[in-house]
């Protein structure tokens, strides 16, 4: 699939998923496409768990509440370190934000789907603490995100948008020359 | 170019850039890219100006000292609104990672080179503000980051990164089951 094509057929999938295992290889491949993510002055705070053990899978899903994304037979965790690139400058979200939408769009490349889950596990219910005690995240890292992974068992929509022209101009705000 | 090959063909350029105007439909397509990136809630907070004329290009990079990406023949601001997407939680900064990301994909897809420039532009000289003052920006965004664009004119190198051991790991932290 083309880069453009993966990035324009990217959307927030909320459905239910196949039981149908992934390939190790898979997993690998779209861990690889977070982690080749650029980080600010190069400090590479975002690390990643990759969840496939369905024992695993279901002590997380057991904190993860209101359930979502419960039948995706993977996750990936993402853990990031809230360190300083230079001074007191931490560009650690950015950090993990462009990895994450790395394997997002690696993960429809594949054939599958996903949803960036953040809000729901940062909140102050503290799921994602919970989550990393059961992954043995030490205390230097942090777990900010989840993304479920598997086959698409119901359709695919895509939200409503504001039109390019109300977000995107030419040489000035709000010039449109297009 | 496949999703997975552009993502590891991603590398932050430095260099000089070619003096080759780059078409409009290009420029879009990048920006389109952009745009389709996701947001927290569907907040759609990040915005972006295009410049490729080249009077406006001179007088942005009159204020952005020490230059940077000077000799590209366009570039793309990065706005944003920090408004809440819910209660006090605010995703601005994920969603215009997001963006970037999408876009330096976009960008090296069509055969073209950039750099994310954020730290350089949104430290206590605050140059991203003079440049929103050039382009007209209003109070109520905040120009957070540009893109210089163009086809390299120099080698592209990569930064030494961490093994992916060191930040992979399958169902615990720090557990290597490659």
Known sequence: ???????MNRHSYRGKYRNEKIPREDLLLI?????????????????????????ILKKLHQVIIPHIGESAPAMICVLTRRIYAYRDRC???????AAIENMLLAIVELGYQSCWIEGHITDTDRIGEKMAQILQVPENYELVAFLPIGVALEEISSPEKLSSSQRMWFNGFDHCEF
């Open 1 to 7: 699939m083309k880069t453009i094509d993966a990035i």
């Open 31 to 55: 861990g690889e496409a977070g982690l080749a993510a650029p980080s600010g002055c190069n400090k590479q705070t975002t690390s990643l768990i990759i969840v496939d053990d369905q024992e």
């Open 91 to 97: 560009f650690a979200v950015q950090d993990y934000a």
